[in-house]
T-cell receptor, first 113, second 113 residues
Framework: KQEVTQIPAALSVPEGENLVLNCSFT??????LQWFRQDPGKGLTSLLL?????REQTSGRLNASLDKSSGRSTLYIAASQPGDSATYLC????????????FGTGTQLKVEL | GAGVSQSPSNKVTEKGKDVELRCDPI?????LYWYRQSLGQGLEFLIY????????KSGLPSDRFSAERTGGSVSTLTIQRTQQEDSAVYLC???????????FGPGTRLTVL
């Protein structure tokens, strides 16, 4: 059974810092990996999707990398802002397992002024 | 265009009652997914529909849970004889096809008293 873990569980940083969120998964036979953010009381917003054949994806201040063989992904946020405060979730889709996602435990990020 | 919508946004019910949760996917999306987010379990897959294929029900926790998707569009998740452990946020997502990125609705917060 695929298990997805995110470290740290919570993180507080001052505005302007660069930071890295980690995601690890136990079954490397994935189809893709997706990073989401979730604001309190709201649904999920997709940030980046990395296909299994890709090493990284970038969108604005966000960069996500994927090392499938070691079962790891990182989400790098540059020049963090208070508006980045949210819970960040990674989710993996297994190859051949339909498009159901297995989600990580989440990292709760707070960016302080 | 319009995103995924869900109704109601909040539902409070008494133990033993049946509830129906509704999801309107993005127009033209052929795949629709239900997930549940609870404090103790994180975000878990429940069921997904892809076109006219038989749904993947592998995540439904018990036979009290069922879902339908009528006309390849709107979906209803039904929970019969609700229990307190059913209290959670129920999230719906849709994707253009089974191989595409999933987009999430705002969720329905269910509280069983």
């Amino acid at each position: 059974k695929q298990e997805v873990t995110q470290i740290p569980a919570a993180l507080s940083v001052p505005e302007g810092e660069n930071l890295v969120l980690n995601c690890s998964f136990t079954d490397s036979a994935i189809y893709n990996l997706q990073w989401f953010r979730q604001d309190p009381g709201k649904g999920l917003t997709s940030l980046l999707l990395i296909q299994s054949s890709q090493r990284e994806q970038t969108s604005g201040r966000l960069n996500a990398s994927l090392d499938k063989s070691s079962g790891r992904s990182t989400l790098y946020i540059a020049a963090s802002q208070p508006g980045d405060s949210a819970t960040y979730l990674c989710a993996v889709r297994l190859a051949g397992g339909g498009n159901k996602l297995t989600f990580g435990t989440g990292t709760q990020l707070k960016v302080e002024l | 265009g319009a995103g995924v919508s869900q109704s109601p946004s909040n539902k409070v019910t008494e133990k033993g009652k049946d509830v129906e949760l509704r999801c309107d996917p993005i127009s033209g999306h052929t795949a629709l997914y239900w997930y549940r987010q609870s404090l103790g379990q994180g975000l878990e897959f429940l069921i997904y529909f892809q076109g006219n294929s038989a749904p993947d029900k592998s995540g439904l926790p018990s036979d009290r849970f069922s879902a339908e998707r009528t006309g390849g569009s709107v979906s209803t998740l039904t929970i019969q004889r609700t229990q307190q452990e059913d209290s959670a946020v129920y999230l719906c997502a849709s994707s253009l096809t089974i191989n595409n990125e999933q987009f999430f609705g705002p969720g329905t917060r269910l509280t069983v008293l």
